[in-house]
């Protein structure tokens, strides 16, 4: 196992990617989800690099468990911001809710790229 911090392993293998490197950022993120396995971005990266690769079928797997992951999160951000007393889905305090309201954005458009959108 690396002694690379995981968000450092993360963008090592996102670099992969985008040096056209799929089979080595799939290899790299893999090995993060092992370890982690509710590392989103990693989920995604593998998506995208699976995607890239044309194992369509590989990366809609990696991209419904990022946007189950994704889903769940954003569930647990707004019921503290609720409990926290803050009213409806955007709590304007934080930008926890953000981040995933934009990830569920795209990893459900990711699923429509590949052909298997959730109905």
Known sequence: MSSMASAERVGQAWR?????????????FEGIISSNPDNVDALYGLGLAQKAKG??????EAFRQALGKT?????????????????GDNDLETN???RYMMLTR???QRLQDVGAAES
Do not use: C, P, Y
Not at 16 to 28: F, K, S, T, V
Not at 71 to 87: C, R, Y
């Open 106 to 108: 795209m990893l459900s």
């Open 16 to 28: 992969l990617h985008r040096e056209g490197d799929n089979n080595g950022a799939i290899q790299m």
């Open 55 to 60: 194992d369509l079928s590989a990366a809609a």
């Open 71 to 87: 889903e769940s999160a954003l569930s647990a951000v707004k019921t503290t911001s609720q409990a926290e007393g803050n009213l």
């Open 96 to 98: 926890f809710d953000d």
